[in-house]
């Protein structure tokens, strides 16, 4: 399946946890698509999302503040879809109410 992804123009493969995740450029998505359904792999889910170049680690304390925060922006932005993506460790998460590892 990575190949097939990479023959119909996926630039990068990423395979974890039994999902298979492919990247390419925005403008490249559908034709992605279309190239994986012609040859009978359906994508569950096809999006376009805003993934980072670096990521900063936190502590426990940064990361309660820095959840509180986003969740404080979302209710602030409404009902919108967030860009910003959370990424704790598996201790931190758990030592957080409400708090759980994200990807």
Do not use: W, Y
């Not at 990479?6 to 390419?24: K, P, Q, R, S």
């Not at 992605?32 to 304390?61: H, Y």
């Not at 409404?78 to 030592?95: E, F, I, N, P, V």
């Amino acid at each position: 399946m990575s190949l097939l992804a990479i023959d119909v123009g996926a630039e990068d493969v990423n395979f974890e946890d039994g999902m298979l995740e492919i990247f390419t450029a925005p403008e490249q998505l559908f034709e992605v698509r279309r190239g994986l359904e012609s040859a009978d792999a359906k994508p569950e889910t096809v999006e376009i999302s805003m993934v980072p170049k670096s990521t900063v680690p936190l502590g426990e304390r940064e990361a309660e503040q820095t959840l509180k925060l986003l969740d404080n922006l979302e209710d602030l932005a409404g009902r919108t879809k967030g860009l910003h993506q959370r990424r704790l460790s598996c201790r931190s998460a758990a030592t957080i109410p409400g708090g759980s590892p994200s990807r």
